[in-house]
């Protein structure tokens, strides 16, 4: 059974409805619109019946005219911003309806959780697709081993990784890096730190450890390395180029960073597969 409702009463339940209600005729025009439309946009019925998409000036308001879209009405009017979310439908050759959804709240707590997870990125010490310590928990590691050997005299090296395909004449290709990270990882003493320093760059901070000890370190990771992925693709081997540095006298972060990234550089610059040591 089907129940015929009169027009004033079906008026009053489109203008109560809790979504934006906007119809369109045959030539694009505005039919109706009801009143928690014209709320939402701070406007009143006469600046919109009537109109056309090239009638309305405002941007915002031609967005009423564009199915699926996700409209910015700004701060007008007293009222606060909103964001709406616009879904249309043909009733027939004639008639097009509107209806908007107010998504002001999803769309803030969509930007809020965005900027949480951005200064969570700033803070953390990890890198997401390795596991290893990015920048900053290389730093966080690599400056007491420094104040250790400003107060005992001890040594330490850094060695700097580069991975290449070719010597640099073709990108690395997904998993590469987390390869070599793993195998590099397994190696390694506990006292060790592995880090990802860069696209294509890995670094490792070894205490007690002096450069030749370091460079002999390299040489076999180089070996290694070049074996790594021999049994699936024999032309697309991977090659490295490894810069090592020790700490000295009058060394920070900064000075053993810079050394150890300038003899990485020779390394790769001598066609790779070479230690450098600076």
Not at 17 to 45: C, E, H, M, Q, R
Not at 107 to 136: C, I, K, Q, Y
Not at 204 to 211: A, D, G, K
Not at 241 to 246: E, K, L, R
Request: aromatic share 4%; charged share 25%; glycine share 6%.
């Amino acid at each position: 059974m089907t129940m015929r409702l009169e027009m004033p009463l079906m008026e009053r339940m489109l203008n109560e409805a809790p979504i934006g209600i906007l119809l369109l005729d045959a030539a694009g025009k505005i039919s109706s619109v009801n009143s928690t439309l014209l709320d939402f946009l701070g406007t009143d019925l006469d600046a919109l019946k009537g109109k056309n998409k090239t009638d309305l000036s405002e941007p915002q308001l031609q967005l009423l005219f564009e199915p699926r879209q996700t409209i910015f009405i700004p701060a007008i009017a007293g009222k606060p911003e909103r964001w709406l979310r616009c879904d249309s439908h043909r009733l027939d050759s004639n008639w097009a309806i509107h209806y908007y959804t107010d998504v002001t709240r999803q769309h803030r707590l969509e930007g809020e959780v965005r900027r949480m997870e951005e200064a969570l990125r700033e803070h953390s010490s990890t890198d997401p697709d390795t596991g290893l310590f990015n920048r900053r928990g290389l730093l966080s590691r690599l400056e007491p081993q420094v104040s250790r050997c400003r107060r005992y005299n001890t040594v330490m090296s850094v060695v700097m990784i580069k991975l290449l395909r070719n010597q640099g004449k073709e990108p690395l290709e997904e998993g590469d890096l987390s390869t070599v990270a793993r195998m590099i990882k397994d190696q390694a003493r506990w006292a060790d730190t592995l880090a990802r320093m860069g696209e294509d760059e890995l670094i490792m901070v070894l205490p007690e450890t002096s450069s030749q000890g370091a460079c002999e370190l390299a040489e076999r990771l180089v070996k290694q390395i070049q074996q790594l992925p021999a049994a699936l693709n024999p032309d697309k081997q991977l090659s490295t180029a490894f810069g090592v540095t020790a700490w000295r006298t009058g060394d920070d972060t900064n000075t053993l960073l810079t050394r150890v990234a300038d003899a990485m550089e020779k390394a790769q610059a001598a066609g790779g597969n070479y230690v450098a040591m600076a």
